[in-house]
């Protein structure tokens, strides 16, 4: 078993007995449910990050994506600069490794070792387990972007002051999209089967979805399809967020849909030993 149970033993400090001064027993007041949603989402934020193949997935390969697209010319005529265009696909692409292709196979593993289950039953309970999974991504989200950002910036990129707000929340609702497709992958087949379809997802995602080259760059028998994709409407969206400093209604659209039709599916199917 992995080491998520000390997640649940942090997450109620007061449920054990404990002695006064005057001699007498008592118990000490539980520790509320957003103390152990946070207790939890910092046990499994740390967990992700002390994971070396994790650590790689995340921030490694993103920022050599980072620095490949900006002296090659994949992205020449499509903005002021290639870096300009580049790092919005790159923060994309983040989103989509700690939120997909990450939690899927950290929830894959602990559901296979019956750490799911046995976190279930405690205070912490099943909501609480979900929303300290979300929390780890949005807190491991929030340094890979600034770790590319600080990158970028030393390449010259120069994003709008207004491009933050849009940009900012269409990461949130794409990471709250690939943590549903996410969590659905580990929750209905075998963590062996988890690990390849979300490593081989990441890859195709990746380099065809229309996350790091835009879907003018790809086939054009891809192109309508690709838009419909989480990965598409995440890039894309981006893109025009940094670069235009608008938000894109259609592809935010469809980031909702994927959100809501993937959380539903997860939690109808999910199968938690």
């Given at each position: 078993?992995?080491?998520?149970?000390?997640?649940?033993?942090?997450?109620?400090?007061?449920?054990?007995?404990?002695?006064?001064?005057?001699g007498?027993?008592?118990?000490?007041?539980?520790?509320?449910?957003?103390?152990?949603?946070?207790?939890?989402?910092?046990?499994?934020?740390?967990a992700?990050?002390?994971?070396?193949?994790?650590?790689i997935?995340?921030?490694?390969?993103?920022?050599?994506?980072?620095?490949?697209l900006?002296?090659?010319?994949?992205?020449?005529?499509?903005?002021?600069?290639?870096?300009?265009?580049?790092?919005?696909?790159?923060?994309?692409?983040?989103?989509?490794?700690t939120a997909?292709?990450?939690?899927?196979?950290?929830?894959?593993?602990?559901?296979?070792?019956?750490?799911?289950?046995?976190?279930?039953?405690?205070?912490?309970g099943?909501?609480?387990?979900?929303?300290?999974?979300?929390?780890?991504?949005?807190?491991v989200l929030?340094?890979?972007?600034?770790?590319?950002?600080?990158?970028?910036?030393?390449?010259?990129?120069?994003?709008?002051?207004?491009?933050?707000?849009?940009?900012?929340?269409?990461?949130?609702?794409?990471?709250?999209?690939?943590?549903?497709?996410?969590?659905?992958?580990a929750?209905?087949?075998?963590?062996?089967?988890?690990?390849?379809?979300t490593?081989?997802?990441?890859?195709?995602?990746?380099a065809?979805g229309?996350?790091?080259?835009?879907?003018?760059?790809?086939?054009?028998?891809?192109?309508?399809?690709?838009?419909?994709?989480?990965?598409?409407?995440l890039?894309?969206?981006?893109?025009?967020?940094f670069?235009?400093?608008?938000?894109?209604?259609?592809?935010t659209?469809?980031?909702?849909?994927?959100?809501?039709?993937?959380?539903?599916?997860?939690?109808?199917?999910?199968?938690?030993?």
């Open positions: 078993m992995n080491g998520s149970a000390s997640g649940a033993a942090g997450a109620t400090p007061g449920d054990g007995p404990s002695t006064t001064l005057g007498v027993s008592g118990r000490q007041d539980p520790a509320s449910l957003l103390r152990r949603v946070l207790l939890q989402g910092k046990y499994e934020s740390l992700m990050l002390r994971n070396g193949e994790q650590l997935l995340a921030v490694v390969l993103p920022l050599l994506a980072l620095v490949g900006t002296v090659t010319p994949f992205l020449d005529g499509m903005g002021a600069s290639r870096i300009d265009v580049a790092v919005p696909g790159i923060l994309a692409l983040c989103a989509m490794s997909f292709t990450g939690q899927g196979i950290a929830t894959g593993f602990d559901r296979r070792y019956g750490v799911l289950r046995f976190l279930s039953t405690t205070p912490l099943r909501g609480g387990l979900i929303a300290g999974k979300a929390l780890s991504v949005l807190a929030c340094l890979q972007v600034v770790v590319v950002t600080v990158v970028a910036l030393s390449l010259g990129w120069q994003p709008q002051a207004g491009a933050w707000i849009p940009g900012l929340f269409l990461l949130a609702l794409g990471a709250a999209a690939f943590t549903a497709l996410g969590l659905l992958v929750g209905t087949v075998r963590p062996e089967a988890t690990l390849a379809i490593n081989l997802l990441w890859i195709l995602l990746g065809l229309g996350i790091v080259l835009p879907a003018e760059r790809l086939p054009a028998g891809a192109q309508a399809m690709v838009e419909f994709l989480p990965s598409g409407a890039g894309e969206s981006l893109r025009e967020a670069l235009a400093g608008t938000l894109n209604g259609g592809a659209l469809i980031l909702l849909l994927w959100t809501v039709i993937a959380g539903a599916a997860a939690i109808r199917w999910f199968k938690w030993n």
